[in-house]
């Protein structure tokens, strides 16, 4: 059975385990219809268009 030679430093722990914790940023694109912000590949939700054209219907704003 494989045994470590050496201990692991808690730095380099930390560092090796520091990967699985990251956070990416989530990318949003301007709508081409309305401008507003919305998620890549997905219909719009401010206006329901996708790829030019009605993909969902979408609820009028009451003010």
């Given at each position: 059975?494989?045994?470590?030679?050496?201990?692991?430093t808690p730095?380099?722990?930390?560092?090796?385990?520091?990967?699985?914790?990251?956070?990416?940023?989530?990318?949003?694109?301007?709508?081409?219809?309305?401008?507003?912000?919305?998620?890549?590949?997905?219909?719009?939700?401010?206006c329901g268009?996708y790829k030019?054209?009605?993909?969902?219907?979408?609820?009028?704003?009451?003010?």
């Amino acid at each position: 059975m494989a045994v470590p030679k050496r201990k692991t430093t808690p730095s380099k722990r930390d560092m090796r385990r520091a990967n699985h914790d990251k956070v990416t940023p989530v990318q949003v694109v301007a709508c081409a219809n309305c401008g507003e912000a919305a998620l890549p590949h997905r219909a719009c939700g401010a206006c329901g268009f996708y790829k030019g054209r009605k993909a969902k219907a979408v609820k009028a704003a009451t003010t």
